[in-house]
Structure formats: structure tokens, C-alpha cells
């Protein structure tokens, strides 16, 4: 065999060295994580941000070649995924399908969702639909990643090959198994959302910010993730840089909660604030009322109950939800605590759309909570009639 076919066969046309072949994995993986987090998910999926035409068929182009996913697919599976998450209908909920089958099998998954022709056609509106998407990228998808093996290989030979091979893992791992499994599952949490999102780091950069889980889950419309001083989306500022040089447009972004002083009742600036960052009010009682209180009783409660009394012990098992409603029970306090919080998330909750009758039984709330004795419920009270929302700062 030819010396010239040898070379080329071990490292291609580049002949490139280690270093080089590791900078292009990271670069190349990191536009495909790019891709995924910035258009097919804030910009596509929640519609929170418009990048210029040029860098979004940038994205739209590397997710065919690299990944093979069509854009209406995975934005309905996963608008999907927010509308019936952690039931059965949710796609990937570790909830129902169990960690080790969303973290291992989240290819699976997503095949299995984009089977259902219907859920398709309901989630994915809005998505491109232009002749290039109906004659090239839709009905020719597994054509991208075949492409870029024969560019791999050509480039880089027998090495292109692995690290094709790595790409091709890349999303399946991190996004379907790490963020649609761990962030479900393992993490801290900044908002007591109405599901078990959680954020994986508060250092979002290794996988686009999707880290943040909890952060996007608690506010899915928001383009920044990043809603704590000490985190940091690498996506969001990324948008940013976008948004400077004129390619790019944010349209929504996480409110921002003002407090207003010596408020006498909740207003409709109140009862705005109050639905729009709800999960935020729920926290607020957990950490301001609920854990107060628990603590001055020095009662040993294990962690996962302990942290079950933020949402009324919904994602335990029967047997340990028994066990929290016994504790409870034991303890008038604490009764009343949990009374007082379910009554608020019903009052947050409810989608009448009467808001004086809204409004109404937040006054009756907020006027027996203050009579009620506690004085921790009486405060929290007191300042949730002052909120209101404030601008959104990036």
C-alpha cells in the first residue's frame, strides 16, 4: 500500500496533530450545543429570542449536519415536555420513566416522541417551513451526520471517525440524558415549580446553560437562565454578544420581583407579580415561613421530607407522603402552615381568569394570615402585599 494512502488513511488530508484534534471536537461540540440551547430551545421552542436570519440557519444547518434532528420535532417535544411534564404524557419525565431509562435511553425517547404524528402537528407551530427545511432538512435528516462522517474522515481520517463517533453522543448524552434526567432529578432548586427541575451547577457554560433547568423551568419563556448573582449562563451571554452586533433580538426575559412598603391590601400590582413569578411566592413561604419554623421546633426530620414540606409532600411515595402528613399532623403549627401554603398555591393556581374573585381570596388570605398568631406567617403576608413587578435587568 502506498506510503501517500497510509498517511492519508491515519490522519487525512489536515494530518492534523492531538491538540488540533482536540480543539476541534470542543469547538465543534460546543456549536452544537450552541445550536440546540440558542436556536431550537430559547428561539425556536419558547420564542424568546429572534436571531438574525444568517446565524439562525447557521444553527439550523449544524443541528441537520451534526445531530440529524428536525426543528419542528424537537421544539414540539419539548414545548410537549413543559404543557404535561412529570405525568405520563411528559416525554421524559424520570418521575414516571425512572432516572436509569431517561439518563441511558433518552435516544429511545425521543424517537418514541416523535412518533406521535398528532402531539407533533399540536407542539410544532410556528417552526420554519421553507423549501430548504420541506426538501432537504425534514425529509432528508439522517443525510447531515452521514455527510459530516465522510468530511471527518476525509479531514482527519481513521481520528475523524472517533471523533464523529463522540459527536454523534454528544446531545443524546447531555441533553437527553444529563439535562432531561439529572435535571429532574439531582441538583438545588431557586423556585418551587410545579415539577422536580433542578439546576445541575449554577456555572452553566459546559452545556450551554441548560445546567440552569430549574432557572428555565420555573420561567420557560425567559431567554437568560442565569436568576442568581452567583450564576452564570454561557448561553445567555452569548445572546448578549449576538444582541450587540445586531444579530440578534431578546424578546422575553425572566420579571424581576419589587417590593413595595406600607401597601394595606394586595392590588392588581400584587396580584400581577403574583402570577407571573408564582413559583418565586411559593419559595418565599418555604424559606421565610415553613423552614422557621421547622427549625424552632429541633425536630430531626430527614432531609427528603424536610424538603418535601415546600410542596405538600406531591412527589413522594405513598409511604413516605404517609409519614409527612403523620408529622404534621402531630404538630398544630405546622398543620397550620400547611394549610395556609396549599391554600395559597390554590389561590395562585387558579386559571378562572376572574380577577377580582382572584384578587378577593387573596385579601381573605392575607387577612387570616395576619390574625393567625404566627409570626412569621404574619410577616410573610405583610410583605407579599407589597409585590410588584420591576423591569427586567439583563
Known sequence: MPASLIDFLAGGL????????????????????????LYLHR???????????????????WTWLTTSMITREWAAIHRKHHAKCETEED?????????KTVFW?????????????????????????DWIERKLYTPHATLGPTLLLFISFALFGAAGVAIWALQMAWIPFWAAGVVNGLGHWWGYRNFESADTSTNLTPWGFWIGGEELHNNHHAFPSSA???LRKFEFDIGWSTIKLFEKVGLAKV????????????????????????????????????????????RSTNDRLPRPLRKALADGGRWLDDDKRARLQAWIAERPKMA????????????????????QATLQRLHAWCAEAEASGIKSLEQFSQRLKGYALAPARA
Open 43 to 61: 428561539s425556536m421552542a419558547h420564542r424568546s429570542v429572534d436571531f438574525h436570519p444568517a446565524i439562525a440557519h447557521v444553527f439550523r444547518f
Open 91 to 99: 416525554p421524559h419525565s424520570p418521575q414516571v420513566k425512572g432516572i
Open 336 to 355: 397550620t402552615l400547611a394549610q395556609f401554603r396549599e391554600r395559597l398555591a390554590q389561590v395562585l393556581d387558579d386559571r378562572s381568569h376572574d380577577a
Open 105 to 129: 435511553r433518552g435516544v429511545e425517547l425521543y424517537r418514541e416522541a416523535r412518533s406521535d404524528r398528532d402531539a407533533i402537528e399540536k407542539y410544532g407551530k410556528g417552526c420554519p417551513d
Open 251 to 294: 424578546l422575553r426575559v425572566a420579571p424581576s420581583l419589587d417590593v413595595r412598603p406600607n401597601i394595606a391590601m394586595p392590588d392588581g400590582e400584587t396580584l400581577k407579580a403574583l402570577l407571573a413569578i408564582r413559583f418565586q411566592a411559593m419559595t418565599d413561604y418555604y424559606r421565610g415561613v415553613t423552614l422557621p419554623t421547622l
Open 224 to 226: 437568560k437562565f442565569a
Open 14 to 37: 489536515v494530518q492534523a496533530s492531538l491538540g488540533t484534534l482536540v480543539i476541534y471536537f470542543l469547538v465543534a461540540t460546543q456549536l452544537t450545543i450552541f445550536s440546540v440551547t
